[in-house]
């Protein structure tokens, strides 16, 4: 029986597009027995996909530095991902939610400082 949850997407499926538009870069931290530490994971893009209806998508980026400072971000700021999986998955209330990793964020297009 074919589930959604077994599905892996790729960033074109999601966004229709091989590239999305930064919004911001946060650092993220681990988990250890359900509680969180203050040890720092990665960082976590927040996009939005253009191309598909404006949908606001988080891609995790593991032990990476940061490819932008979120100061540094502008209105016309696009990304891509190496290695991106997303995978939906179910809540404790049995809604959909969708989550997005990558090996590693490029930054395609700069645009001009807000």
């Not at 540094?72 to 991106?84: A, K, L």
Request: charged share 20%; glycine share 8%; hydrophobic share 40%.
């Amino acid at each position: 029986m074919i589930r959604i949850e077994n599905i892996i997407f790729t960033l074109e499926q999601l966004a229709n597009a091989k590239q999305v538009l930064l919004l911001s870069v946060k650092p993220y931290k681990l988990y250890s027995d359900g509680q969180v530490t203050d040890q720092i994971g990665g960082h976590s893009y927040e996009c939005v996909m253009p191309m598909a209806g404006f949908e606001k998508i988080m891609v995790k980026v593991p032990n990476l530095p940061a490819v932008i400072a979120t100061e540094q971000i502008s209105d016309q700021t696009f990304v891509t991902f190496d290695g991106f999986s997303g995978k939906f998955w179910r809540d404790r209330t049995g809604n959909y939610q969708l989550s997005c990793k990558a090996e590693k964020a490029i930054l395609v297009n700069q645009g001009a400082s807000k």
